[in-house]
């Protein structure tokens, strides 16, 4: 049995949070909203708390958590040095959807770690998210609150699809802001380097540190098309999804192209498209849209519920129309190639 809590995104119940947070200390799991998506949050210092986590989402062991502060001075508490460039990128960015990695203490459990030297920290800008950290009295370690290789869940109802008495309670403040999950940056190389594209944008991570690496990863991933690998499968509708990355005009031929061709081999087809391509696409076909291609932080905001959207419908294969990768485009782009396995279209 999952206990529920509906509370004000502004101006959050207190004595609900206060139950909440008391939950979170018993070394119970609370899912929570946050800016970027729904986070499962356990205690961070408690090993035996957080391993429940990875048995929740069945998350594999040696991905690492985020631990979530309600005050910056905490970052001190876990990091074994704050590098310059993490000081500077907290002081801009903090409250808000930014993750730093640094070199941790060793009263960060391994457990959160995944034996790593170092330790994710995060402060998020939800008012709801912070207010029950604060009242916990603990970091909270909380990777998103959906089964491991599901789109994130940025609403209570995602959560509870997901995980429905597999943990003791969900605080739901409707929908999340931004909707895709923070930006990851390593602060300990000596450029920082960009693990995870995100709710804060390259454009202004550049902005305070000048230059900035980019994890090989990320970009091999964009530019070395990979075969249909499961293993990098995440955020991942039921159907296998195909993504088309091309300029506006050539992306449309491509896309309805493929549509026809696998409506012609009698496939059910799903498509996840832009406001401005979704009269083109043909009516057999079931179609979400995302919103204006032009609006980065909308289609951010819309796509893992478009995305989820498919958990339902019986579609053989999905085709998604790509964006631009400026602002919150990178993070957009980052997510759908990961959602379709690397199978891309250009
Ligand atoms: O927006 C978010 O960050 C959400 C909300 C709930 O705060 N959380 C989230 O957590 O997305 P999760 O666990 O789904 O993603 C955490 C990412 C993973 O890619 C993980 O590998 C990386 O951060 N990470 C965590 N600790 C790390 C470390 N010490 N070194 C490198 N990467 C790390
Ligand atoms: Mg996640």
């Known amino acids: ?6 509370v ?9 949070l206060a139950e909440a947070a008391a939950l979170l200390r018993q070394g119970e799991l609370v899912a929570f909203p946050t800016e970027t998506v729904y986070g499962l949050g356990a205690n961070g210092l408690d090993a035996a708390a957080v391993k429940r986590i990875f048995q929740a989402k069945g998350r594999p062991a040696d991905n690492p958590l985020i631990l979530h502060i309600a005050d910056a001075d905490k970052l001190a508490e876990l990091a074994a040095a704050v590098p310059a460039s993490a000081r500077a990128l907290v002081e801009c960015y903090w409250p808000g959807p930014l993750t730093v990695v640094v070199e941790r203490q060793g009263h960060v459990p391994d457990a959160v770690t995944g034996g790593l030297n170092t330790v994710a920290v995060r402060l998020p800008s939800s008012p709801v998210a912070r207010e029950l950290i604060r009242l916990a009295g603990i970091p ?18 995602d959560v509870l699809a997901d995980l429905e008495g597999k943990i003791a309670a969900v605080i739901d403040a409707g929908p999340c802001d931004i909707g895709v999950e923070s930006t990851v940056i390593d602060c300990t190389t000596p450029v920082p380097t960009l693990l995870r594209p995100g709710g804060i944008t390259y454009e202004m991570l550049i902005a305070v540190l000048g230059d900035i690496e980019v994890d090989p990863a990320l970009d091999g991933a964009k530019t070395v098309p990979k075969s249909p690998g499961m293993k990098y499968t995440h955020y991942a509708p039921a159907a296998p999804l195909t993504l088309i990355e091309a300029e506006p005009v050539r992306s449309a031929g491509l896309l309805i192209g493929e549509i026809n061709k696998a409506l012609t081999a009698g496939k059910t087809v799903g498509a996840i498209v832009s406001a401005e391509l979704a009269d083109s696409v043909p009516p057999a076909v079931m179609t979400a849209v995302y919103g204006s291609r032009a609006d980065a932080a909308a289609v951010a905001a819309n796509l893992y519920t478009v995305l989820r959207s498919f958990d339902d419908k019986a579609v053989d294969v999905i085709y998604a129309e790509g964006i631009a990768e400026q602002g919150l485009g990178l993070a957009v782009m980052n997510r759908l190639r990961k959602a379709a396995g690397y199978r891309i279209l250009r």
């Open 1 to 6: 049995y999952t206990k529920y809590y509906r």
């Open 8 to 16: 004000d995104p502004v101006c959050p119940d207190a004595a609900m």
């Open 140 to 157: 909270v370690a909380a990777p998103s609150a959906n089964t491991s290789g599901r789109p994130s869940p940025t609403t209570a109802q």
